[in-house]
């Protein structure tokens, strides 16, 4: 029997330092953001924070869901079809339930109507069931269920200074099957011109910049490696979404260009826990790691846009239970 460490550990570990060792920073919240918290009678969240760490997760010993938690991999497969779709509207994925951006589009809309028509102004639920009842092109969904700037158009549609839209995922998959070992195979979430005062006044929106800005794939020993930075990661909440769903796009990858899938390497700049998880962190960290699942995907599909929900099927996920905690919504102007 191998003696070898259960690979969750190094997310189990790296709570644990951050707990310990980590350094308490106050969190920018816009006013809107503010006034909630107000309204709710709850103290403003801080997080505690460490800078500069690494994970790597092997394939070969299992699909890196977390199994100390149960995480809602359903949301994962289903966003990450959303980016590589290349679409920012979050339509789709209100139409399938998952409500992982909801908040993003509706303080777009609600911090509008409060500086413009206070009448028209609706709460989050009632703001997400008019996206879902509406039609894809409808005018009020084109306009407010539309982030503007995501992964996904980053990825697959970057706006090139004349006009033209870069596929750079496209561009690291022909490359990888016609030269393979070239070390250019990298993709950027990060566009000034999106972020903050740094953005073009038509392209300001109140989603934060990019989290997980950059990845990049190589080949080592004839295996596909991807490497992802974050440059900011809410390790309770984000992480285990972030680490499966790179895992599952270096499998994805990995299939369409014919070459075994090595590691996803995790790379962090600022890396933290929210003041109002670390009750739940304790919790976890109370767990044992059981057997990581695996993940099949259709074998058939040899494309990368020709993936559905369908092709995923994951095997021996037995998680302890979830854990909840609530979600802080930070960024904006």
């Known amino acids: 029997m ?58 070969s010993e299992g699909f890196p869901l977390l199994t100390t938690k149960k995480v809602f991999y359903r949301g994962i497969i289903e966003e990450l079809l959303w980016f590589l779709s ?21 303080k777009k809309y609600h911090k509008y109507c409060l500086e413009n028509d206070p009448e028209k102004d609706l709460d989050q639920e009632t703001f997400i069931a008019k996206l879902k009842s509406e039609p894809t092109d409808s005018e009020f969904v084109k306009k407010w269920g539309d982030l503007v700037t995501i992964y996904g158009r980053m990825w697959r549609k970057w706006p090139g200074s004349d006009g033209h839209l870069i596929d750079q995922l496209g561009y ?17 979430a990060w566009n000034p011109d999106f972020i903050y005062s740094m953005a073009s006044p038509e392209n300001k929106n109140e989603v934060p910049p990019f ?21 900011s990661a809410d390790l309770f909440l984000g992480v285990p979404f972030n680490i499966a769903s790179y895992a599952l796009l270096l499998q994805m990858v990995s299939q369409v260009v014919g070459i075994p899938a090595g590691e996803f390497i995790h790379f962090f700049g600022d890396v933290h826990i929210y003041s109002n998880h670390f009750e739940q962190v304790k919790e976890q960290l109370a767990r044992e790691p059981r057997s990581f699942p695996r993940m099949k995907l259709n074998p058939e599909v040899k494309d990368i846009d020709d993936f559905r929900y369908e092709d995923f099927k994951l095997e021996g996920y037995d998680p302890h239970p979830a854990i909840k905690a609530p979600v802080t919504n930070v960024g904006g102007f």
């Open 211 to 231: 989290c997980h800005t950059t990845f990049q794939f190589s080949v080592v020993n004839d295996k596909l490696n991807l490497g992802m930075y974050q440059r």
């Open 86 to 106: 290349g679409d920012s509207n979050i339509k789709y994925l209100v139409d399938r339930d998952i409500h992982i951006w909801d908040e993003w589009a509706w």
């Open 172 to 188: 690291c998959i022909q490359g990888l099957k016609d030269k393979p070992y070239r070390k250019s195979y990298v993709v950027s």
């Open 2 to 59: 191998s003696n070898k460490r259960h690979p969750e550990y190094q997310y189990l570990d790296l709570l644990r330092d951050i707990l310990e060792n980590g350094s308490d920073k106050k969190i920018f919240l816009t006013p809107e953001v503010q006034e909630l918290y107000k309204k709710r009678g709850e103290d403003l969240p801080f997080i505690r924070s460490v800078f500069g760490r690494m994970m790597r997760f092997d394939l």
